[in-house]
């Protein structure tokens, strides 16, 4: 086998995911189409996005309490992980090995600087219900790889 032959086999795969249809639906995709090809873990990746908390201070007449703050963002991050399991478990039943990221930030620029760290191959995500050409001219403005879209699913 020739030199790095073996390392370009490897690819990693990634599906961003929320609590949208859209989302679960890339995953199933991925499994149903990739499931066999995977050689290494599938990556599956969420977002918690940075709360905005002006609701918060119009509700407490001023600047909202910093354990109102707080319970907020714990219900976020529990809200993320069940849903990282919950995929997780659907991969499991299907005979996929899969690992599970979360971090917080802005999910767009979150997700592409994901796709550099991991040196993911093949991003799988939903489209939210863009046109897959608004979507394509989306995606292509903020990922520098090749990409195609699949049904719902957009791919990179």
Same mark, same amino acid.
């Given at each position: 086998?020739?030199?790095?032959?073996?390392?370009?086999?490897?690819?990693?795969?990634?599906?961003?995911?929320?609590?949208?249809?859209?989302?679960?639906?890339?995953?199933?995709?991925?499994?149903?189409?990739?499931?066999? =090809?995977?050689?290494? #873990?599938?990556?599956?990746?969420?977002?918690?996005?940075?709360?905005?908390? =002006?609701?918060?201070?119009?509700?407490?007449?001023?600047? #909202? #309490? #910093?354990?109102?703050? /707080?319970?907020?963002?714990?219900?976020?991050?529990?809200? =993320?992980?069940?849903?990282?399991?919950?995929?997780?478990?659907?991969?499991?039943? /299907?005979?996929?090995?899969?690992?599970?990221?979360?971090?917080?930030?802005?999910?767009?620029?979150?997700?592409?600087?994901?796709?550099?760290?991991?040196?993911?191959?093949?991003?799988?995500?939903?489209?939210?219900?863009?046109?897959?050409?608004? =979507?394509?001219?989306?995606?292509?403005?903020?990922?520098?790889?090749?990409?195609?879209?699949?049904?719902?699913?957009?791919?990179?």
């Amino acid at each position: 086998m020739a030199e790095g032959e073996g390392e370009r086999t490897k690819k990693r795969v990634m599906v961003a995911i929320d609590e949208s249809e859209c989302s679960h639906h890339a995953l199933e995709w991925t499994l149903a189409n990739l499931r066999d =090809s995977l050689s290494s #873990p599938l990556l599956i990746y969420t977002v918690q996005p940075l709360q905005n908390v =002006s609701f918060l201070a119009a509700a407490s007449y001023g600047s #909202p #309490p #910093p354990e109102l703050i /707080r319970s907020v963002q714990e219900y976020q991050q529990k809200v =993320s992980l069940a849903l990282l399991e919950k995929a997780k478990e659907i991969c499991s039943e /299907r005979g996929v090995v899969a690992e599970t990221i979360t971090e917080m930030g802005d999910p767009k620029e979150a997700i592409c600087q994901a796709v550099e760290k991991f040196d993911v191959s093949l991003l799988i995500l939903g489209n939210h219900g863009k046109g897959a050409l608004q =979507s394509l001219f989306l995606a292509q403005r903020q990922i520098d790889q090749d990409f195609l879209t699949s049904g719902q699913g957009l791919l990179f």
